[in-house]
Structures are given as C-alpha cells and as structure tokens.
C-alpha cells in the first residue's frame, strides 16, 4: 500500500483515492483463491481512509471481496455491535463529531460481555475526516486515541447515556 500510495504521490501529484487501494489489496487476496498450492489470506480488514471525495470505510473479507460501507463492525462479537449500528444509521448524516464518537463508542459497548466495561486498557478510537478552514476543506490527520488520551471521550458518552444500559468491539466509523 505504501509503495501504490508514493508512485501515486509520484506520477500525479496527489494520493491515490481510497477505493482504489482498497480494490488493489482485494484483488491480490483474490488471486490467492484461484491457483493451486496458494492459501487465501485469514483476516477480514476495516480500511477507513478520507480522499478528495470524501470519508470511507470498506469492509475486506479474506476472499478478496471489498465493499464500501457506512458503518461496519467486524471481530468476535460483533454481531450486536452491527445492530447497533443498524438501528442507529439514519442519524448518522446529521450528527456532529461529537456525536458520532458516541455512537461509536456506544457500538464498541454493545460488543462486550454483559459484565464488562468500556475502560482505557480495552477501548481505542481512531478518528480522521474533513476540517474547514478560511472556507477551505482540508483532510484531518488520523488521530487514535488510546490509554489515558481516551478516558474523556468515555466519560462523555456515557454521561450522555445516563451510565449506559446499551453494552461495546471491533467497529471504526469516519467522519464527514
């Protein structure tokens, strides 16, 4: 990816779009799957990247199969924390920043075993998207936040839940 995204830097003069990439990375999986001798790769990716057209979030299956998401949670009981996201998925276009790190955190909850919480050793949230500025729009540097730098983000979303009766995965959502 690294090498695709500096010859893209390199002969255009701009990053590759994220759908490219991602399409790229699927179709060398997929080879894999076709010849004799050659063992499909063994995990499923969430790639999220922010482009000239805007955030994304793509759901890679070890096939090789790539589509381009809203919302997405993959891993070991995710289950519940799709259905969150489900549930939830028409607010997203009219929520800020702020709200959209609850509903993800919110998500993350819904994934964890009925006697667990959402602590600073167990939750990390990666944030990218768009920033205004002098009325002009510019693609924000991803940002995780992990440890101690997290902990005012949980506070945050569970305050506004009242203590949370919704339980939190594997999710990543972007901002637009």
């Given amino acids: 990816m690294k090498q695709q995204s500096l010859a893209s830097k390199m002969t255009y003069g701009r990053a590759i779009p994220v759908e490219r990439i991602v399409n790229q990375i699927g179709d060398r999986a997929q080879?894999?799957?076709?010849?004799?001798?050659k063992?499909?790769?063994?995990?499923?990716?969430?790639?999220?990247?922010?482009?000239?057209?805007?955030?994304?979030l793509f759901e890679f299956s070890p096939s090789g199969m790539t589509q381009e998401m809203l919302a997405c949670a993959i891993?070991?009981?995710?289950?519940?924390?799709?259905?969150?996201?489900?549930?939830?998925l028409e607010e997203f276009a009219d929520c800020d920043r702020d709200e959209l790190i609850k509903h993800a955190l919110l998500a993350l909850k819904e994934s964890l075993a009925q006697d667990k919480e959402l602590t600073i050793d167990n939750t990390s949230l990666g944030i990218t998207g768009f920033t205004e500025k002098d009325g002009r729009r510019r693609v924000e540097n991803f940002k995780?936040?992990?440890?101690?730098?997290?902990?005012?983000?949980?506070?945050?979303?569970?305050?506004?839940?009242?203590g949370g009766e919704e339980a939190g995965g594997d999710a990543m959502e972007t901002d637009s």
């Fill in 144 to 162: 995780l936040y992990d440890g101690p730098e997290i902990s005012p983000l949980l506070e945050a979303s569970l305050e506004s839940t009242g």
């Fill in 75 to 88: 891993g070991a009981r995710s289950q519940m924390a799709r259905t969150y996201l489900e549930r939830h």
């Fill in 31 to 37: 080879t894999n799957t076709q010849h004799y001798g």
């Fill in 39 to 56: 063992r499909p790769y063994g995990v499923g990716l969430l790639v999220g990247g922010v482009d000239e057209q805007g955030p994304h």
